[in-house]
């Protein structure tokens, strides 16, 4: 079969990640990106993992397609593997685990077992649903979009289905599992457990411990080796659980651990002491040397020149950088959507290049398939001019390269730019279309916008963008960088060394550089470099920038403040302005000065989100508690008895030369779901069809548990409220 399907026509295919952690879409033109973006950033949910309804309704107006020109759907995950693993999960620890399990029931029969029914009931789509398996997801939004036609690759997160972390092998318009790692141990799982301990939100904070660790020691690394965790000499792992509640309750660790390090966490209004500090930088010195191990392993059993990453652990910039530097391979490259968003354009690629057996087609300029990563919503002119004028906003309409000379010349004078031009990014990062910028050589300016514009903590990091052709001249790596993903040190020539300062605040606003505003206390960077092919609208403004100061850097960060997602259309972009305490803004070819406006213009506007069920029992809550218990006394507790081994190990003892990586166990990594019938006993061998952790006798003995969660799911309506949950400040999602 050609690429354009047997009929020469277009292949269009819809990727959809949702109901765990960042729900989007990705839409697939005859092999190519022709959408993607994540649902938080039309609802103004943070984190939103909802099923991506205006994600998907953006990504077939981009192709002006409606979903009968649709080839496929495909879903990121395997939800009947997962179940396996959430069922042994409980089994292992019960009768312990009772509340869990009556969240993980209602989650389960509202959503996760009617994937398929939410998808054409949402959609009114009758077409092909598929799921393929979530790590083949990871490594499919790594593979196929980097410049590489044979690498290793490398996938780490918290957990998909049964999978932890997985080595793989791409090659031209093929991904095996080589190797997995496998639930509760977990790299991913690890980071998050003390991204709470330290105060920040699970699933969103991760970030922040990685920028809090430069100003910490690490001084607790041995406590982490010698109690939590063994790391083999293949960079596989084993968790002492313990020191972790995730598997009994809606908690990431216990009281043990909070034990091991003096007290328990720290709440999130309290300031930061030494411990989070010191805590912080252990931690992250303990990823880099499993993410470094695991990367080397990788080599060495795929033999592949190159290493591709993806999964959420692919977001740690330090632990990159060092691979770039340390590790066996010539280079990386990393998927900017490396979570769960990025989920939904690896299974629609790899479903393509499996599906119809499509070669990958270099572009002809050499450009990688992912680009710039600029695959979000495009506003007009005529757009962007109806905001203003609806909101009464005073602005100067200019071109292209008047442009450039009044934003460098704003940027020059110390200003603070909102940028609104484009297609927005895909994935976490702004890249320059939905961005804030600044002059790099204030020393004030991490401390100004921190605080006055981005309402974060004060000791949080800002990120360059430097020219491609200049980046030597700034930093000790010029490596392409285009997706913020690699830290680099600022050149020595470019430093200086002031005196030792315990203070936070007084420490970020010490100059340690000719670039301070984005040079961090450990004198690293975490650099993008721009190249105009990818964004020359944002090229030319820091090409002014250099022309006027010498500089080729300017300050880029996200376009939003705290909490709240990345701006996406214009309403966003001038409410963002408005509350905070930027100077400029620029919106497509129109200039906004704050001086020239109202003050009280959108002051504190808010804005209507999704219906959201955080804490709050559904309309079916009551019914589906009740059903739980009695699903978890009358059926599992019985199955345990009956079960002579749980395929969860839960034994820990130190040994660094007994490896904990599986051989890959499946061969089929994409299943069309075709089941439409009311017969639950059908159902339920289709259920234990995907099931690989139990012998054939064994998954007998879980049809009558299965049989009446089926019943209890058909019994219900679907509950929108549980559709549109917000995901957990505390908890990893991983049921």
């Known amino acids: 079969m050609n690429s354009k399907g047997a009929d020469n026509k277009d292949v269009f295919l819809l990727g959809i990640s949702a109901f765990f952690h960042d729900s989007a879409s990705a839409l697939i033109k005859n092999g190519k990106i022709a959408a993607a973006s994540q649902e938080e950033r039309f609802s103004r949910v943070k984190n939103d993992s909802s099923f991506p309804s205006s994600a998907i309704n953006y990504c077939l107006e981009e192709e002006r397609i409606d979903v009968s020109d649709l080839n496929a759907i495909v879903y990121y995950d395997n939800p009947y593997r997962t179940l396996e693993r959430i069922i042994s999960s ?18 389960w029969v509202n959503t996760k077992l009617r994937i398929p029914e939410i998808i054409r009931r949402s959609l009114n789509y009758d077409g092909d649903i598929y799921f393929v398996e979530h790590h083949i997801s990871h490594a499919a939004s790594a593979f196929f979009p980097s410049p590489f036609n044979d690498a290793a690759i490398l996938t780490i997160d918290g957990v998909g289905e049964w999978a932890t972390s997985c080595i793989c092998h791409g090659h031209h318009n093929t991904i095996e599992i080589v190797k997995q790692l496998e639930y509760p141990d977990s790299l991913g799982l690890l980071y998050s457990a003390f991204t709470y301990f330290c105060g920040f939100k699970v699933n969103d904070g991760e970030y922040k411990l990685m920028g809090l660790a430069p100003y910490g020691r690490p001084v607790y690394v041995d406590t982490i080796k010698d109690n939590l965790i063994d790391i083999k000499d293949d960079g596989s792992i084993k968790l002492n ?66 290493l591709c990453l993806a999964g959420g652990v692919a977001l740690n910039c330090v632990a990159n950088g060092r691979l770039l530097r340390e590790s066996k391979f010539e280079d990386i490259w990393i998927q900017p959507a490396a979570g769960d968003a990025g989920g939904a354009l690896g299974a629609a690629l790899y479903l393509y290049h499996t ?73 976490p990062r702004a890249l320059g279309s939905r961005s804030i910028l600044g002059d790099p050589r204030d020393e004030m300016m991490q401390s100004k916008l921190n605080l006055k514009i981005k309402f974060r903590e004060s000791f949080r990091p800002f990120a360059p963008t430097v020219l491609i052709e ?24 470019r430093c200086l060394y002031p005196h030792g300062e315990t203070d936070v605040i007084k420490r970020v606003n010490q100059k340690r550089s000719d670039i301070p505003a984005v040079t961090h206390v450990d004198y690293s960077a975490r650099i993008q470099t721009i190249d105009r092919r990818f964004n020359p609208v944002y090229y030319d403004i820091i090409k002014r920038f250099k022309e006027l100061t010498g500089c080729s850097v300017v300050v880029n960060t996200s376009f939003n403040v705290r909490d709240e997602p990345i701006v996406c259309q214009p309403y966003d972009a001038v409410r963002c302005f408005m509350n905070t305490d930027m100077d400029v803004l620029a919106i497509e070819d129109f200039i906004v000065y704050k001086s020239d406006q109202d003050p009280l213009l959108l002051k504190e506007d808010t ?4 219906l959201k069920a955080d804490g709050a029992e559904s309309k079916n809550g009551r019914k589906i508690g009740k059903a739980s218990t009695r699903l978890f006394s009358k059926h599992l507790l019985k199955i345990k008895q009956n079960i002579d081994e749980s395929p969860i190990d839960l034994s820990f003892e130190h040994n660094s030369t007994q490896s904990n990586w599986r051989d890959n166990r499946n061969e089929q990594y994409h299943w069309l779901f075709n089941f439409n019938g009311s017969n639950k006993s059908a159902e339920v061998e289709e259920i234990l069809s995907f099931w690989d952790h139990y012998d054939s006798n064994d998954r007998e003995i879980f049809k009558p548990l299965l049989k009446s969660l089926i019943k209890l799911e058909k019994s219900v309506d679907i509950d929108r409220a549980l559709t549109h949950r917000r995901v957990s400040e505390e908890m990893y999602v991983m049921f």
């Open 90 to 107: 409980h089994l292992t620890v019960a009768p312990e685990g009772s509340n869990l399990w009556k969240n993980v029931i209602e989650e």
């Open 355 to 427: 599906l119809f057996d499509a070669q990958r087609v270099p572009d002809d300029q050499g450009i990688p398939l992912q680009a710039g990563s600029y695959f979000g919503p495009r506003y007009s002119d005529d757009e962007a001019k109806s905001c203003l004028d609806t909101y009464g906003f005073k602005y100067e309409r200019v071109n292209g390269e008047e442009r450039s000379k009044i934003l460098a010349k704003a940027l020059a004078a110390g200003k603070v730019v909102g940028h609104f031009s484009g297609r927005m990014e895909f994935g």
């Open 470 to 493: 200049d980046a030597g001249e700034y930093f000790d790596s010029s490596h392409e960088s285009p997706y913020m993903l690699l830290i680099a040190n600022v050149r020595q020539d």
């Open 241 to 306: 659980m313990k020191f972790f509640g995730y598997m009994k309750d809606l908690s990431m660790i216990n009281a043990s651990f909070d034990e091991l390090f003096g007290g328990g966490p720290r709440k999130r209004e309290n300031p930061i002491t030494q411990r989070e500090m010191d805590i912080a930088r252990s931690i992250q010195a303990v990823t880099e040397e499993i993410v470094l191990k695991m990367a080397n392993y990788a080599h060495d059993v795929v033999g592949s020149k190159y």
């Open 607 to 610: 804005m209507e989100t999704y």
